[in-house]
């Protein structure tokens, strides 16, 4: 029961951290959504975050995926695809996912292009692009963002929504906030030129502790799990940092 208390209760100051920093950024009401990043956080502990209205969750391993469907399944729930995408894993991913948000080079897009042609269906996708610069990340280098773009466009079973980075690790929201803004800047750059549709306008970027800045950028998409669910074992660079993973 206090695990419920709890859970609902940052729910309610998170939401009301999204309010506030949108309305702050003079943008419309719900223009960024709450994406509940749940990697290693039990099935039990989302449901109750999804019974209490969330409706958009996020996983970073196959593995989590399958083992929290019988439990999650049944809810109406829009799950997306965050981690490192290997192209083994793909037919497995496509099993729960509703979106790739980590589609990082031209060869996962033509794979995953090839078994979405055999499964005759469509999937959404974002572009990751590494606006960090960290080695320690996937995405594309941004110099690398359009032609990946491009390579997406040219693959109709892949609905592309937008653009999507993890950002700096930094304790400081003011230094991550070049990250943030360089996705932003991609992004209307691809729109102006015409790589993107006009509804591809998706920014999935920010965290627990630097939503807000995030938000102020021009997300629309923010990825908290933290400050719903508690600290986990390790920090968010551990959990994120997946070539080291």
């Known amino acids: 029961m206090n695990e419920a208390i709890d859970i609902i209760s940052n729910l309610a100051i998170v939401r009301d951290r999204i309010i506030t920093a949108t309305e702050k950024a003079g943008r419309a009401p719900g223009s960024a959504r709450l994406l509940l990043a749940t990697k290693t956080v039990p099935a039990e502990r989302v449901r109750i975050a999804v019974e209490a209205g969330e409706v958009l969750t996020g996983e970073n391993k196959v593995q989590e995926l399958k083992e929290k469907d019988h439990l999650l399944r049944n809810l109406a729930l829009e799950r997306h695809f965050i981690g490192h995408l290997q192209t083994n894993k793909i ?34 996708v974002m572009v990751q692009v590494n606006t960090s610069f960290e080695q320690s990340k996937f995405g594309a280098h941004p110099d690398d963002a359009f032609r990946l773009i491009e390579k997406v466009r040219s693959l109709d079973t892949l609905q592309v929504k937008g653009l999507m980075t993890i950002g700096l690790f930094e304790a400081d929201p003011e230094k991550v906030r070049p990250s943030f803004r360089l996705l932003r800047e991609i992004r209307d750059q691809a729109l102006q030129n ?52």
Not at 100 to 120: F, G, T, W
Request: glycine share 6%; proline share 5%.
């Open 91 to 124: 037919k497995e991913v496509l099993k729960y996912v509703n979106c790739i948000q980590s589609l990082d080079r031209p060869e996962l897009a033509e794979k995953v292009h090839q078994r979405l042609m055999y499964e005759e269906r469509t999937v959404e």
């Open 194 to 245: 015409g790589l993107l549709p006009p509804d591809a306008n998706e920014l999935s970027m920010g965290m627990s502790g630097d939503l807000e800045t995030a938000i102020e950028e021009g997300a629309t998409i923010v990825r908290v799990g933290t400050s719903i669910f508690g600290k986990r074992q390790y920090p968010d660079s551990y959990y994120w940092n997946e070539k080291n993973n």
